[in-house]
């Protein structure tokens, strides 16, 4: 990975807009690279979002169509197939490229997402355990047998902690844990480091706050819109595509639920109120997440992108 030289990057802001899903993050870091761009600085937006990683998963992610983008150059939008993994190891290194390639054209970079651990990897000094084959393809040929919660009691044994964050039905995450953990690493599990570093020393972090009821709402009438926009359609393309050979997108909310209506075992009403449901789950997950960053200052919309720029 390139390091930005000292000149082309101390000069240069990282500026990072996060918040739960439909908090209106994506309007923000258009409205902010524009207000910068007026003054001369060739912003761009870096996606910090681990489902718009994916090529053709649109609707259901809220990805912003390009025509809608303003002109704004976006980077890690659309760079995976269905099919592919898409971990924040193999996230980290390419966006931090990004923000560094950004400001060796003389932009300043703006991160934006809802993915905790993507902006944690990026923002702070975050490293991540070695891999080992052997034990993964071990741990896995146990999950196949076992299931996983037989592999999340161990890991409750050898990391309690870390078997607390992680979400039992992630088996990918499960099986990572214990991969670092027979490694005799530590786990970083889904959690920050105990008192993280920036990565690069001009940053600033803009939570987007939306009082919880009126949030609700809004999430609850944006999964309506995703079915009556066609995402069960999407979804049966993306099958054709090879969804369901990869082990992460088959699993994103509104995926998931939309291959459980395509196969039967979901009514339409049904997958909406599951993906509803999730969806709002998660957007608890995520506020929870981000008020542990210490630099993070939360706004609530709607917000002047010229205030914030000169505040």
Excluded: C
Aim: net charge negative.
């Amino acid at each position: 990975m390139t390091t930005p030289t000292a000149s082309a990057s101390e000069a240069r802001r990282l500026w990072v807009i996060v918040g739960a899903t439909g908090t209106g993050k994506s309007d923000l870091a258009l409205d902010l690279a524009e207000a910068l761009r007026r003054e001369g600085n060739d912003a761009e937006i870096v996606n910090a979002d681990a489902m718009q990683l994916y090529r053709g998963m649109d609707i259901g992610t809220a990805k912003l169509p390009v025509d809608e983008r303003r002109g704004i150059p976006h980077h890690l939008f659309d760079v995976r197939e269905v099919r592919d993994d898409a971990a924040v190891a193999w996230y980290q290194p390419r966006a931090r490229q990004a923000v560094s390639d950004i400001w060796s054209r003389g932009g300043d970079a703006i991160l934006v997402g809802g993915s905790g651990l993507y902006v944690s990897s990026v923002i702070y000094d975050f490293r991540f355990p070695p891999r080992d084959p052997t034990v993964r393809r071990r741990l896995e040929s146990e999950l196949e047998t076992h299931g996983a919660a037989a592999l999340l009691e161990r890991l409750r044994a050898l990391d309690p902690e870390t078997a607390r964050r992680v979400d039992p039905r992630n088996d990918r995450r499960i099986v990572r844990a214990l991969e670092v953990i027979e490694q005799g690493g530590t786990t970083h599990g889904a959690a920050l480091p105990e008192k993280p570093t920036l990565w690069h020393t001009d940053t600033r972090v803009f939570g987007l706050h939306v009082d919880r009821s009126a949030l609700v709402e809004r999430l609850d009438a944006r999964v309506d819109r995703m079915w009556e926009s066609g995402l069960a359609e999407e979804v049966r393309m993306l099958r054709e595509q090879g969804l369901e050979d990869g082990t992460t997108a088959p699993r994103a909310i509104g995926y998931a639920q939309a291959l459980g209506q395509l196969d039967g075992r979901l009514s339409e009403s049904e997958a909406i109120a599951e993906t509803q449901a999730l969806t709002r789950r998660y957007a608890r997950r995520q506020v929870s997440w981000f008020k542990r960053y210490p630099e993070i200052r939360w706004l609530e919309p709607p917000v002047d992108a010229e205030a914030l720029l000169h505040g």
